[in-house]
């Protein structure tokens, strides 16, 4: 009984020796990263709007096809004025764009 106890103390101190160096090395405040490339977004990977990577889980349709953007509130925008952003957006035959705001060029 007492090597029994003793393996389980080992076993024991191993497994928090090996979960705290798993916390360690991975930030607990970062999102699960979303797979945007098994994702079919009809080759779209810029928000057109925020003209940042899109949110897979952010879109609308629009003329029966899906719009992707970077966050909620670029939705809006495009509704708002969509034909303004169709030509960044290649499953409308249009071609990809960095945003258009705040580069300051
Ligand atoms: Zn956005």
């Known amino acids: 009984m007492k090597t029994t106890t003793g393996l389980v103390c080992a076993l024991g101190l191993l497994l928090s020796l090996i979960t705290t ?9 970062t999102a699960p990263a979303t797979q945007a490339a098994a994702v079919d977004t009809g080759g779209q990977t810029l928000c057109p709007v925020g003209g ?47 945003g258009e705001g705040g580069m300051g060029m």
């Open 21 to 29: 160096g798993c916390e360690r090395k991975e930030s607990p405040t």
């Open 52 to 98: 940042d990577k899109i949110d897979p889980a952010v879109f609308i349709e629009y003329k029966g096809k899906k719009v992707y953007f970077c966050c909620e509130g670029c939705d809006k925008i495009f509704e708002k004025n969509p034909e303004k952003y169709v030509k960044k957006l290649p499953q409308f035959g249009g071609k990809e764009e960095p």
